[in-house]
């Protein structure tokens, strides 16, 4: 399975243009095209902590700002702390003779051996710990009252802004829309409402008496001198934090390990990837953090054929060599495939889309485009990129009309284990042997001159039949249709030799 | 206090909170706006995942590179560090003043049409800064990374004419630590790429600020210098995040009165050495008073041209007309992670004094006070704020660039950067 994380041998083209490997990709069934996770959609599904595998819904992970409130990451190297317990012996308050023991917790790290005891922090008395009474040593509080303070000046002093604005434009709004308000029992905010404004402002009377009671910072002439003991005084890297440690805490970026927090821990987030085209979801998964499988998961290895590079003869610049590939069918129905090369694919591509446009000018009219927007969101894409691999070798392929078919993937017949290859009488000859859903091929590949040290990169368009079993919305044939689909294939054929 | 008149239900808490970015050259801010910090603050760079090495997205050269690491490092910031889709969420970007239009055009296409946010607003970092302390007329001082950025604002309007650019930032103080550091350790500490640190250019043209720094930051790697094979090997190396971190940990910005006690021939004891450790085989690397006390001093030398970042600030000063010279002076406001250095403010408020009364600028200049801000925040992040607190209000709704007019023109029309273009009391301002 290891070739499934790691493949950069044999490339598709997605339907964006960036290369990926097959096991990178997801393959639209509605669209029926490659999709790839930089042309998908992401959306965050639901908030998890990946220590405590608690699920946060939407809203109560927004309010807590994306934290956990009861698991801990050590503000010295990041991982996350552990509870530890201890006895402590109390004196009894009422009995000085008698020494109770007591269970006491306190947090640790076991990576660095940071303890909340190194910031001199209290242990609790309960294995849940709160963290209010850490919270005390924060410094900043009075900048967070002040920050609520100029919050609330900048909003009067947006609302003043729009207030003048609407002022403005009341000018020029028609009477009618004023005057609706002296009929009985529509009052002025259901008018608005009903115009599609804003709801009424506070009067800027009210604003400006409230702004003049805020009081703008005052600058000092004296600052802080530089300590004159840092001449002197050893530097003790060890107490000093670096800059991750400070970062970690932005609000307060120690500058001294002692003031150091344990920080709540930042919440992971299950995701999901929707097609950008048609709107449905390609990936999916359940909401269990701790499960790892998905409810919908379109991975274009289900679907597309797949291709490895099995042997490639020497390559050298100009001389023939022999590539053969394997093609396997992933799918639950016999697949046709045949092979185009890059350029005549481009060519048919060319002529489809200025038939499409005339077409489109001709038949549907503006009529049905405006209808269309009307009950669609325009979809958003980025244009298509030219594809970024430099093809440095030629490949033969066989005539377009020549194919070959796979039959389905056979589960039972993964456990075959005669290890019989054997080559169909009616195959071409350029099909080496046929092991159940997978065939060999062979290709002559000439690798280009001048590229002596160089990759030697093979391209050509793969054709393949695919069974689409989803009707199209408005059509009421519900049998499953078989479509041609072709896709862009990269593979890198190794090294080019000088001889 | 303030009364508030959004509890009542305006409307505004039921729309989803606009996420606020400010891309820095070196650390990329992020989180909501209306909130009083970022969710997180992170190195803006990305590992490439094939060759494990890191990569700078500022340093990219060709378009498409650079759009690619920006999409790959958003997607990060939106699905590791806010956590939620970018889709149908509004955006505020800072921007400073040298931000390049084709930057600007860029990150609008990502936004809109990558992540399909749905509207885009730009603020630039100096003017929404004043935010953060609710004062219309400050002087603002940007020590970021690669440049020191001196912009005044006069009642919420920049002066565009008096702006001033060096590359006085902490590239240039850790330049300065590679380069004494090598004067001691042996050459081949120094042997990955991974310890070039980027040379910065800012070309200073008036007239046209926005179209200034296209050329601003130039990565090159001089000759010599090795692709090392081995990733393991590198621990053994100085890197530029080492330099970093010794710049972080260990130097600090001298007083005023021991340069010059140096200058004069009879320096201080300098402060004591740290022994650093690096690599796996933990070698030692003796950081010498001598560079903990000096490195910052770089961005405070008058060599050549005369510019050191206090000369900035005095220039940005007298390049205002004589009314409002003694308000910016009285209000300025050091911004950006530099500012941060220990010392750093105690020093340039002493070099002001000193300079105004020196023949460089006793008669150009009247003014002798200095006041200093301090805004609710950590200097690294007070741009953020500003935006952050300016994006809460309305005038998200009412300014930014939609997706729909986006869509229709494919471009991002001048009004969106609110350069010139600020709330002031509630009046529209244009210049
Ligand atoms: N908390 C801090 N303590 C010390 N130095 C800091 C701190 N935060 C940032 N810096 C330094 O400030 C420099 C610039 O930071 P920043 O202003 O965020 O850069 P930019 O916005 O240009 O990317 C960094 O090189 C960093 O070393
Ligand atoms: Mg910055
Ligand atoms: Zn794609
Ligand atoms: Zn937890
Ligand atoms: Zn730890
Ligand atoms: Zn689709």
Redesign the pocket.
Known sequence: MSYLSKSDIVKYACTCGQLKSITNMYFCRHCLKLRCGYCVCHEVDSHYCSNCLEILPSAEARLKKNRCQTCFD?P????TLAVRGTTVSVRDPDDPSKVNSQKKYYHA?F????TTRDAGLPDQAVQTVSANGWTHKETNSSNVQRVTVLLERARLLGTLERHEREQREKKFTPRSRRTFTHLPGVTSAHVRKRAGLPPELPAPSTIKDTLAEFQPAVAKESVNPLPEEIFTKAVNLFEITTMPQRLAQPEIQPVFCVDLLPAYKHLSTKRSQRCRECEHNVSKPELNPSSTKFKIQQAAYFHVPEVRLVTAGALIGGKDTEVVLLFSNPSQHPTTLSFISLREAEEEEGNKQTEDTSDLADQQGEAASSLSSLTKPAVVLEEPRPISIKVTGNVELPSPDAEITLPPKDDAAEYDYSGETHKSHNDPKWVMHRRANKAAVSFTVTPETGFTGKRCVIGFVLRYTYINRIPSPGSFDQKPQEVRLDTRLFVDCGKICSK | MLKTFYEGGMGLTTEKQAVVFDFGNEYTKVGYAGEPAPRSILPTELRCPETGRIQRVFDAVTFDEKYDLLVEFIHTLYFRHLLVSPKDRRVIIVESVLCPTTLRNMLAKIFFMHFEVSSLLFVPSHVVSLSTLGVNTALVVDMGATETVVIPVFENVAVLHAWQAQPLGSFAVKRQITDMLKKYESPELFRTRDCVIPATRVKVEKTEPQEASETSAEAGVPEGYEELEEREEDFNYITEKHIEDIKVRTCFVTSLARVQKAEEGNPCPPPPNVDYLIGRSSRIVNISGEIRENAYNVLFEQDGDHISVPTMILDAISKCPVDMRKPLAENVLLIGGTAMATGMRARICEELKSLVVSPQYCDKLKVRTFKFHTPPAKENFAAWLGAAIYGASDIVSTRSLSKEAYLRDHQVPDWVSLIHNVFHDGTKRSL
């Open positions: 050590c010295n190297c990041l991982n790290c990576f660095c051996r940071w």
